[in-house]
């Protein structure tokens, strides 16, 4: 079946500093990434949804110059917390479609904490 | 949440018992899809049902749906204590690939 590999699974970083996170898909071409956020025991909230080689799409209220995403290859996808501070600390999570009509393949999430 | 809401919120019944948790959604779907999250990690699909499905079956698992009450329901029978975990619903709209979550249930089940 189709994986996603995320990475780091979790992270530590200090205030001010800046974390990139992974998302792969190992055995499929992923024309598009998505990337959601999920704080303590709430639902996951769609983030941006990226095309490769295109920019991504930010929903509303998220700052797109704070969480850079770069889609470049049709396997990679990544997000940067730039200047990350305590209230960035959440669960991030990404999915990777082949596109219309098919399924959808979620990573195993990355837990940043900022400090 | 992006998406609309579900109910319960929580929800703890006893082993054996049957878990029923439903869905309300905003906007025209492709298809809705049922999640399971256990505590701090990833997602676990379970289900699919697409906008011309009524119903759904899988294992212990029913969905159903109802478009024109834009509102669907999971139900999980004779539930087992590792059916402990959080379930969201997620919409696939028309006229794009986004996929948004509801607001989720956290079931516990009692041994």
């Known amino acids: 079946g189709a994986v996603v590999s995320q990475h780091p699974s979790w992270v530590i970083c200090k205030s001010g500093t800046s974390v990139k996170i992974e998302c792969r898909s190992l055995d499929f071409q992923a024309t598009t990434m998505f990337w959601y956020r999920q704080f303590p025991k709430q639902s996951l909230m769609l983030m941006a949804t990226?095309?490769?080689?295109?920019?991504?799409?930010?929903e509303q209220g998220v700052e797109k110059d704070k969480f850079l995403i770069n889609h470049a290859s049709l396997t990679l996808s990544t997000l940067t917390v730039t200047s990350a501070h305590p209230e960035d600390s959440s669960f991030y999570i990404c999915?990777?479609?082949?596109?219309?009509?098919?399924?959808?393949?979620f990573g195993s999430g990355t837990r940043l904490t900022v400090v | 949440s992006q998406q609309g809401e579900e109910d319960p919120q929580a929800l703890s019944i006893q082993e054996g018992e049957n878990a029923t948790m439903n869905c309300s959604y905003k906007?025209?779907?492709?298809?809705l899809q049922w999640y399971r999250q256990n505590s701090g990690r990833g997602l676990v699909h379970l289900i699919l049902i697409r906008s011309n499905e009524r119903e759904k079956h899988s294992g212990r698992l029913r969905v159903t749906l109802d478009t024109s009450k834009k509102s669907s329901s999971l139900l999980i029978t004779a539930s087992r204590a590792a059916d402990t975990a959080s379930y969201f619903c997620a919409t696939v709209k028309y006229n794009n690939n986004d996929m948004r979550f509801g607001a989720g249930t956290r079931l516990t089940v009692k041994p």
């Open positions: 999915s990777a479609s082949a596109g219309r009509g098919y399924g959808y393949t």
């Open positions: 906007t025209s779907i492709n298809n």
């Open positions: 990226s095309n490769e080689g295109s920019k991504a799409t930010y």
